[in-house]
DNA sequence: CAACTCTACTTGTCTAGACAGGTCGGAGCA
DNA sequence: TGCTCCGACCTGTCTAGACAAGTAGAGTTG
């Protein structure tokens, strides 16, 4: 019936629809911001029937192409954001992908009391026991991460009693508890005295710093501050429509 | 006909089948890799039809929150990477949206010939000719972003004769050029002497770096090296499944 | 025991309609 | 001129089926 009848799979025809429309827009066929085809001309084009077609411009709004707007039309979109899908490993997969090996040394394990500050981050009352520790990740035997972070014991009661040295904690935390979202800032600043020497760097070198508080649906996980030597660690993204 | 007869308008039915599978995940009633309801069950348990299923669990399989198999059946995602979109607008627009004044100073803007590895980056031939600009911007007469650009002069001819003071060059090239990919890493680093004299800082005082490359289908558009003051910037995102 | 077939179940794709709800411009009216 | 109303057109959602294609396990056969 359809057109191609030969060894390969058949093109599904709502990705029919949606290549002929990515083309046509990276063509600038249709400029950002002007009218792009409503579905019943894409249904008469194609031959299709209208869920196909919406299918086809279901997706490409999704994925950030289109703007559609009901009882007016679909827009080619103003693309004026580069979004990137920025993905945050677990440090030890991300190192091992790369075929490196990783180790960490455990600073500092313990229960202690949340000052103020702390407390209202993790959404706790002050000087509520929290888990702290201090860990610094290694590739090759090169330090390239010091890692502070505050647990909220309610969500990870075993935290405090793992061998830190065997499973990291982002990777502890990803089994043990029920992940629902994730805030964090990345930015660039100077290491503090006991980073830089954690880090075997000078206190001159600037340094990558994400900061990143992990929540269930209704508490705060843990917070971490994650730096690294701004040398030796980036990073880096692609973005494609 | 539907439960929800009232003045707000009904929860259409695949957001309800998803916000149903959505908060079963959250409590972990599926742990991940654990086989989810199958479409011919939730037709049942919802009374709907299927297309309005298998949308629901299609949308929930482009989030990435489960991971579907044809002819076994879908099943928890393992969810044990954190990724987030990270949006990078025009720095412009950013500086608008909240509410402040953005003012671009433009310091160079000329034709030059690109070196071996310049040319090499966007896709030249030795020695051609590149377009250069380096343009600070601000925040409120606050430095913000020293933008050193260079810009393939095929993709776009007339970037040269802008006057950057009134359009930033991201915003020019995004409306003038047809933007298909985009790479880019960040770092952090301390500027150079140029650098550190044009955001009014020390020259020890981190930046956060962005080295982003934009391409057409076919050629190299631009390749940009943005640097931040490291404390007066920072990327923040947020993930949300 | 190994290889094959058959069957039940799953997801993937598609159709030809339907109704709802939103937008916009023009016709007609005050 | 300014107003309202109506109809054309658009997207949003949904149905009740259909066939295709992939998987896994049970049963059969050599």
Chains 1, 2 share one sequence.
Not at 114 to 131: H, T
Request: hydrophobic share 35%; charged share 25%.
């Amino acid at each position: 019936m359809r057109a191609q009848d030969s060894l390969l799979p058949a093109e599904p025809s709502f990705a029919r629809v949606k290549r002929y429309l990515k083309q046509g827009l990276a063509e600038q066929r249709w400029p950002p911001g002007t009218r792009m085809p409503s579905e019943a001309q894409l249904v008469a084009q194609f031959g299709i029937s209208r869920m196909t077609v919406g299918r086809a411009l279901k997706e490409l709004q999704s994925e950030g192409l289109i703007d559609r707007v009901q009882g007016v039309g679909s827009f080619a979109a103003a693309l004026h954001r580069v979004s990137s899908t920025l993905t945050i490993r677990d440090l030890q997969e991300e190192i091992e992908a790369r075929g490196h090996r990783h180790r960490a040394e455990v600073h500092h394990q313990a229960v202690e009391r949340a000052g103020r500050d702390l407390a209202s981050q993790l959404g706790l009352s002050a000087s509520s026991p929290v888990f702290h520790t201090r860990i610094v990740h290694f590739e090759n035997d090169q330090p390239l991460q010091c890692e502070d972070r505050y647990v909220n014991p309610a969500c990870a009661p075993g935290y405090i009693d793992q061998d830190f040295s065997r499973i990291t904690p982002t990777r502890y935390l990803f089994r043990h508890t029920a992940l629902w979202r994730a805030q964090y800032t990345i930015e660039s600043a100077l290491p503090t005295f006991q980073e830089a020497r954690l880090l075997r760097i000078r206190r001159a070198d600037p340094c990558l710093i994400m900061v990143r508080r992990t929540f269930t649906r209704d508490a705060v996980i843990t917070l971490a501050r994650l730096v690294h030597p701004g040398g030796r660690y980036q990073l880096s993204g692609e973005f494609n429509p």
